[in-house]
Protein backbone atom coordinates (compact mmCIF):
# COMPACT_ATOMS: atom_id res chain seq x y z
CA UNK A 1 0.00 0.00 0.00
CA UNK A 2 1.68 2.80 -1.15
CA UNK A 3 -0.97 5.44 -0.76
CA UNK A 4 -2.15 8.28 1.34
CA UNK A 5 -5.82 9.21 2.12
CA UNK A 6 -7.56 12.17 2.57
CA UNK A 7 -11.22 12.74 3.80
CA UNK A 8 -13.44 14.44 3.05
CA UNK A 9 -12.81 15.10 -0.22
CA UNK A 10 -14.72 18.16 -0.62
CA UNK A 11 -15.31 20.79 2.56
CA UNK A 12 -17.45 24.00 3.11
CA UNK A 13 -18.03 25.34 6.01
CA UNK A 14 -19.02 28.67 7.37
CA UNK A 15 -16.90 31.22 10.23
CA UNK A 16 -18.20 29.67 12.89
CA UNK A 17 -17.85 26.04 12.15
CA UNK A 18 -15.51 23.31 13.47
CA UNK A 19 -14.57 20.50 11.51
CA UNK A 20 -11.94 18.52 11.28
CA UNK A 21 -9.51 16.99 8.12
CA UNK A 22 -8.27 13.35 8.36
CA UNK A 23 -5.14 11.80 6.88
CA UNK A 24 -3.93 8.01 6.79
CA UNK A 25 -1.11 6.26 5.76
CA UNK A 26 -0.35 2.75 6.08
CA UNK A 27 3.45 2.11 4.52
CA UNK A 28 4.80 2.96 7.97
CA UNK A 29 6.17 6.22 7.27
CA UNK A 30 7.01 8.31 10.88
CA UNK A 31 6.78 11.83 9.17
CA UNK A 32 3.43 13.34 8.58
CA UNK A 33 3.24 16.69 6.98
CA UNK A 34 0.31 19.45 6.36
CA UNK A 35 0.34 21.70 3.66
CA UNK A 36 -1.91 24.40 2.32
CA UNK A 37 -1.96 24.98 -1.12
CA UNK A 38 -3.92 28.08 -2.96
CA UNK A 39 -4.58 28.51 -6.34
CA UNK A 40 -2.18 28.83 -8.94
CA UNK A 41 0.82 28.79 -5.90
CA UNK A 42 2.90 25.69 -4.66
CA UNK A 43 2.31 24.58 -1.73
CA UNK A 44 2.92 25.66 1.75
CA UNK A 45 4.03 23.99 4.93
CA UNK A 46 1.80 24.32 7.79
CA UNK A 47 3.05 21.06 10.13
CA UNK A 48 5.27 18.28 10.29
CA UNK A 49 4.83 15.48 12.81
CA UNK A 50 8.07 12.97 13.70
CA UNK A 51 7.31 10.32 15.29
CA UNK A 52 4.06 11.47 16.58
CA UNK A 53 5.37 14.64 17.65
CA UNK A 54 4.84 18.00 16.46
CA UNK A 55 8.45 18.82 15.42
CA UNK A 56 7.74 21.94 12.93
CA UNK A 57 4.85 24.75 13.11
CA UNK A 58 5.21 27.02 10.34
CA UNK A 59 3.46 30.00 12.38
CA UNK A 60 0.58 28.80 11.91
CA UNK A 61 -2.60 30.79 13.41
CA UNK A 62 -4.51 29.14 16.35
CA UNK A 63 -7.59 27.91 14.06
CA UNK A 64 -6.04 25.37 12.75
CA UNK A 65 -5.00 22.42 15.11
CA UNK A 66 -2.92 19.64 13.84
CA UNK A 67 -3.32 16.54 16.15
CA UNK A 68 -1.41 13.15 15.45
CA UNK A 69 -3.29 10.27 17.22
CA UNK A 70 -1.15 7.23 16.06
CA UNK A 71 1.90 6.72 13.56
CA UNK A 72 -0.86 6.08 10.82
CA UNK A 73 -3.43 8.90 11.07
CA UNK A 74 -3.16 12.77 11.15
CA UNK A 75 -6.26 15.62 11.53
CA UNK A 76 -6.17 18.90 11.04
CA UNK A 77 -9.12 20.55 13.10
CA UNK A 78 -10.19 23.81 12.30
CA UNK A 79 -12.34 26.45 13.92
CA UNK A 80 -13.32 30.08 12.95
CA UNK A 81 -11.53 30.19 9.81
CA UNK A 82 -12.01 33.05 7.79
CA UNK A 83 -12.79 32.95 3.57
CA UNK A 84 -8.94 33.53 3.05
CA UNK A 85 -8.62 29.72 4.41
CA UNK A 86 -9.89 28.35 1.64
CA UNK A 87 -7.42 26.26 0.02
CA UNK A 88 -6.42 22.95 -1.04
CA UNK A 89 -5.26 21.15 2.17
CA UNK A 90 -2.70 18.58 1.03
CA UNK A 91 -1.38 15.49 3.81
CA UNK A 92 1.95 14.03 3.17
CA UNK A 93 3.92 11.55 4.33
CA UNK A 94 7.62 10.16 4.40
CA UNK A 95 9.62 7.06 5.65
CA UNK A 96 12.17 8.87 8.67
CA UNK A 97 14.49 6.24 9.44
CA UNK A 98 15.51 7.75 12.60
CA UNK A 99 13.94 10.77 14.35
CA UNK A 100 15.97 14.53 13.25
CA UNK A 101 16.65 13.04 9.68
CA UNK A 102 13.67 14.03 8.23
CA UNK A 103 14.73 14.69 4.83
CA UNK A 104 13.14 11.34 2.80
CA UNK A 105 10.84 11.53 -0.68
CA UNK A 106 6.98 12.92 0.58
CA UNK A 107 4.28 10.68 -0.78
CA UNK A 108 1.01 13.50 -1.21
CA UNK A 109 -2.44 12.85 -0.52
CA UNK A 110 -5.23 13.94 -2.85
CA UNK A 111 -5.99 16.66 -0.88
CA UNK A 112 -8.95 17.86 0.67
CA UNK A 113 -10.55 21.44 -1.27
CA UNK A 114 -12.12 23.55 1.53
CA UNK A 115 -14.14 26.40 0.85
CA UNK A 116 -14.86 28.80 3.91
CA UNK A 117 -18.27 30.55 3.61
CA UNK B 1 16.21 31.67 4.31
CA UNK B 2 16.36 29.38 1.30
CA UNK B 3 14.19 30.90 -2.32
CA UNK B 4 13.54 28.74 -4.95
CA UNK B 5 13.16 29.55 -7.87
CA UNK B 6 11.80 28.22 -11.50
CA UNK B 7 11.54 29.84 -15.07
CA UNK B 8 9.86 30.00 -16.69
CA UNK B 9 6.74 29.78 -14.78
CA UNK B 10 4.79 29.49 -17.90
CA UNK B 11 5.69 27.09 -21.03
CA UNK B 12 3.51 26.68 -24.15
CA UNK B 13 4.89 23.78 -26.45
CA UNK B 14 4.54 22.70 -29.44
CA UNK B 15 4.15 18.38 -29.54
CA UNK B 16 7.57 17.16 -30.98
CA UNK B 17 9.59 19.76 -29.41
CA UNK B 18 12.04 19.94 -26.71
CA UNK B 19 12.77 22.32 -23.58
CA UNK B 20 14.09 22.76 -20.29
CA UNK B 21 12.39 23.79 -17.46
CA UNK B 22 15.21 25.57 -14.66
CA UNK B 23 15.18 25.45 -10.60
CA UNK B 24 17.42 27.67 -8.44
CA UNK B 25 18.23 27.75 -4.88
CA UNK B 26 19.40 29.75 -2.60
CA UNK B 27 21.60 28.28 0.00
CA UNK B 28 22.98 24.63 0.37
CA UNK B 29 21.14 21.79 -0.50
CA UNK B 30 21.87 18.22 -1.28
CA UNK B 31 18.55 16.66 -1.89
CA UNK B 32 16.35 18.07 -4.62
CA UNK B 33 12.70 17.27 -5.67
CA UNK B 34 10.37 17.41 -8.54
CA UNK B 35 6.78 16.81 -8.78
CA UNK B 36 4.06 17.25 -10.73
CA UNK B 37 0.22 18.22 -10.69
CA UNK B 38 -2.29 17.39 -12.94
CA UNK B 39 -5.00 20.07 -12.30
CA UNK B 40 -7.20 20.06 -9.00
CA UNK B 41 -4.85 16.40 -8.21
CA UNK B 42 -2.22 16.15 -5.37
CA UNK B 43 1.28 16.09 -6.24
CA UNK B 44 3.35 13.34 -7.68
CA UNK B 45 7.00 12.62 -7.46
CA UNK B 46 9.14 12.16 -10.31
CA UNK B 47 12.65 12.68 -9.16
CA UNK B 48 15.11 12.99 -6.27
CA UNK B 49 18.03 14.52 -7.19
CA UNK B 50 20.34 13.58 -4.11
CA UNK B 51 23.98 14.22 -5.21
CA UNK B 52 26.26 16.57 -7.67
CA UNK B 53 26.30 15.86 -10.97
CA UNK B 54 23.27 13.28 -10.48
CA UNK B 55 20.81 12.89 -13.56
CA UNK B 56 17.76 10.45 -13.43
CA UNK B 57 15.38 10.10 -16.72
CA UNK B 58 11.76 8.81 -16.71
CA UNK B 59 9.97 8.38 -20.16
CA UNK B 60 10.47 11.86 -21.84
CA UNK B 61 11.58 13.64 -18.70
CA UNK B 62 15.06 14.19 -17.21
CA UNK B 63 16.27 15.80 -14.08
CA UNK B 64 19.52 16.98 -13.71
CA UNK B 65 21.31 18.62 -9.97
CA UNK B 66 24.17 20.80 -10.53
CA UNK B 67 24.62 21.51 -6.31
CA UNK B 68 27.95 23.91 -6.99
CA UNK B 69 25.74 25.82 -9.25
CA UNK B 70 22.95 25.31 -7.28
CA UNK B 71 20.60 24.46 -10.14
CA UNK B 72 18.44 21.77 -11.21
CA UNK B 73 17.11 20.99 -14.47
CA UNK B 74 14.24 19.02 -15.96
CA UNK B 75 14.28 18.60 -19.91
CA UNK B 76 11.30 17.56 -22.02
CA UNK B 77 12.02 16.03 -25.07
CA UNK B 78 9.47 15.60 -28.04
CA UNK B 79 6.73 16.64 -25.56
CA UNK B 80 3.36 14.77 -26.39
CA UNK B 81 -0.16 16.38 -24.67
CA UNK B 82 0.02 14.30 -21.67
CA UNK B 83 2.64 16.22 -20.27
CA UNK B 84 0.74 18.86 -19.44
CA UNK B 85 0.94 19.90 -16.19
CA UNK B 86 2.31 22.35 -13.33
CA UNK B 87 6.17 21.11 -12.91
CA UNK B 88 7.27 21.86 -9.21
CA UNK B 89 10.90 21.40 -7.92
CA UNK B 90 11.78 21.33 -4.30
CA UNK B 91 14.57 21.31 -1.88
CA UNK B 92 15.40 19.80 1.07
CA UNK B 93 16.65 22.61 3.71
CA UNK B 94 19.95 21.28 5.53
CA UNK B 95 20.07 22.25 8.92
CA UNK B 96 18.68 24.30 11.05
CA UNK B 97 15.23 23.91 13.09
CA UNK B 98 14.13 23.98 9.46
CA UNK B 99 15.96 20.60 9.02
CA UNK B 100 14.18 18.70 6.40
CA UNK B 101 11.57 21.36 5.42
CA UNK B 102 10.62 21.41 1.69
CA UNK B 103 10.72 24.90 0.03
CA UNK B 104 8.93 24.80 -3.52
CA UNK B 105 9.52 26.63 -6.41
CA UNK B 106 6.79 28.59 -7.80
CA UNK B 107 5.81 26.24 -10.37
CA UNK B 108 5.97 26.02 -14.13
CA UNK B 109 2.63 25.79 -15.76
CA UNK B 110 3.30 23.54 -19.00
CA UNK B 111 0.88 22.93 -21.49
CA UNK B 112 1.95 21.28 -24.86
CA UNK B 113 -0.08 21.69 -28.04
CA UNK B 114 -0.49 20.10 -31.07
Known amino acids: DTEVTQTPKHLVMGMTNKKSLKCEQHMGHRAMYWYKQKAKKPPELMFV???????INESVPSRFSPECPNSSLLNLHLHALQPEDSALYLC????????????????FGPGTRLLVL | ELKVEQNPLFLSMQEGKNYTIYCNYSTTSDRLYWYRQDPGKSLESLFVLLSNGAVKQEGRLMASLDTKARLSTLHITAAVHDLSATYFCAVVHAGGTSYGKLTFGQGTILTVHP
Open chain 1, 49 to 55: YSYEKLS
Open chain 1, 92 to 107: ASSQQRTSGTNRETQY
